[in-house]
């Protein structure tokens, strides 16, 4: 069995707040996106892990806990 992984990065418009997603391009900081729904010019100023996410949950993250049947 051969395994592949996908990125995929997801995206939110300054303008109209619509989300869009990318796969396997990373987004460099200071890219330009234009938004698919408004044309939207939108710099990357951040780029936010899910785990980094994760860890900056509330004490209810998935990290910090087994998972269910466990």
Not at 6 to 31: K, M, N
Request: hydrophobic share 30%; net charge negative; charged share 30%.
């Amino acid at each position: 069995m051969k395994v592949s992984l996908e990125f995929l990065y997801h995206f939110r418009c300054d303008r109209c707040t619509q989300w869009w997603s990318r796969a396997d391009i990373e987004p460099q900081l200071g890219e330009i996106v234009y938004c698919p729904y408004c044309g939207h010019e939108n710099t990357v100023e951040g780029i936010q892990t899910f785990r980094d996410a994760a860890r900056n949950a509330t004490k209810s993250s998935c990290l910090d806990r087994k998972p269910d049947g466990e």
